[in-house]
């Protein structure tokens, strides 16, 4: 689930990986080991009334091992709106009435639910992703009436986790929100989680 975050998860913090995420960490609560902070920055070309699709996978965005979870903070530069999109073909941001999810056009429905520069000035889109997980799809608009460029800009906190006892588990679990408040826990939702 796109979170609207400040900061990343450093090491000795807790993840925990909330939701119907990949049977190999659903539910699951781990420690960060090590981190490393990658830059990505990814070009686009956007024809005029068009948009081009970023599939994560393609992209090198998902971890290989098992013990890898990344962290990524999303930001754009550029004549851009961009757009998450999972399962792969859904819009993830959309109003409950009729109608009323992002278009495929220039219509007004175009700015339901997407994110631009000055949107993410005062923040970062932040996902999160393990190996075998659902491809995750962010569709970039060109905010233009013209040939555009922009420049995803993502910044990977690759970290390496370990798998917390089940008594660690089952102490910090039952006192998240003091873990929380003191900034030793993250929790990153699966989307099945926040559909409803």
Known sequence: MPEFVKGFTKVGQYLYMKGDWSDSVKDTLFRVEFTQMIPY??????????????????????PKSYETVYEIGIYVKGDALIY???PANQY???????????????????????????????GEL???????????????????YRNTKAVLKFMVNRM????????????????????????MLRVACSYELARW
């Open 41 to 62: 920055l990814y070009p686009v070309e956007i024809n005029k009334g068009a948009y081009v699709d970023i599939d994560f996978s393609s992209i090198g965005l998902y």
């Open 84 to 86: 998450p999109m999972i």
């Open 92 to 122: 993830y941001n959309k109003l409950e009435a009729s109608g009323f999810v992002p278009s495929d056009d220039l219509s007004v429905n175009k700015y339901i639910g997407g994110f631009d520069e000055d949107i993410l000035k005062s």
């Open 126 to 144: 932040k996902e999160y992703t393990v190996r075998d997980y659902q491809s995750i799809v962010y569709r970039v608009f060109g905010d233009s």
């Open 160 to 183: 390496h986790v370990v798998r917390v006892s089940t008594e660690e588990t089952e102490e910090i679990l039952s006192n998240v929100s003091k873990y929380v408040a003191n900034g």
